[in-house]
């Protein structure tokens, strides 16, 4: 579905009303869309999608993936949680995973940020370098 550029900006300007603090308040998001649905807008759908795709962004950014090969004890996670706090900021929500596929080391996902300090990547690297 293309998106029109007035669409978008009604999407912009919606979510910019949802945040409080630099933080997205999950009561105005509700209001938001219903609001929106309520109103039967021509561009409604688009508006919505847009929204969403802001809302989904923001939350990938204040969510932390840490996939590690064996499980990690509470004290590494302390740190680990300590580290990412002082690299983004407070209200990270963290999520710890074993993923055995990563053979060892730690790979830790913010929105788009990657750091990937596992052996299978390590071994990847050297498989293309090869």
Do not use: W
């Amino acid at each position: 579905m293309k998106i029109s550029k007035r669409a978008k900006d009604e999407a912009r300007q919606l979510y910019h009303l949802c945040t409080v603090n630099e933080r997205l308040d999950e009561r105005r998001v509700r209001e938001v869309v219903q609001r929106v649905i309520a109103a039967k807008q021509r561009d409604g759908s688009a508006i919505l999608a847009h929204f969403v795709r802001l809302v989904r962004v923001d939350s990938a950014r204040h969510t932390a993936v840490i996939e590690s090969a064996t499980p990690l004890s509470t004290d590494v996670q302390a740190i680990i949680q300590a580290g990412l706090t002082r690299r983004y900021g407070p209200g990270l929500v963290m999520a710890f995973s074993v993923r055995p596929a990563l053979l060892g080391g730690i790979r830790v996902q913010v929105g788009c940020d990657v750091y990937d300090g596992s052996v299978r990547a390590g071994l990847e690297a050297l498989e293309k370098g090869l």
